[in-house]
């Protein structure tokens, strides 16, 4: 199983990392290390998890991060990885604008 990340979900990543950055040193680094290692996670998990807004949803272990993918012709490719504590209309916004983009 291969696992591709989306430029969205790497967009998201990126602005979270900056921000635990600027809350503490090195924290950006364990936020990567952490959300990276739940990613790898899929590749034994897959499809296990509850879908919501039509994708699977995997919550960080470590961070108040969901990771949110699909599963397509021996390939696991993530959408987006947002905050859980964001307003949930706009995750399912979001969401829904990325079910159009496939």
Avoid: W
Avoid at 8 to 27: G, N, P, R, V
Avoid at 79 to 86: E, F, G, I, K, T
Wanted: net charge neutral.
């Amino acid at each position: 199983m291969q696992i591709e990340i989306l430029d969205q979900a790497i967009d998201d990543i990126e602005k979270a990392s900056l921000f635990y950055q600027s809350q503490e040193e090195k924290l950006g680094k364990y936020f990567l290390d952490s959300i990276f290692s739940d990613i790898e996670s899929l590749k034994i998990y897959y499809g296990m998890h509850i879908k919501i807004y039509g994708f699977y949803r995997l919550l960080a272990k470590r961070f108040p991060y969901a990771i949110y993918y699909l599963v397509k012709d021996e390939t696991i490719r993530v959408y987006a990885v947002l905050d859980c504590r964001s307003n949930p209309i706009k995750i399912q916004d979001r969401l829904g604008k990325e079910q159009c983009s496939f």
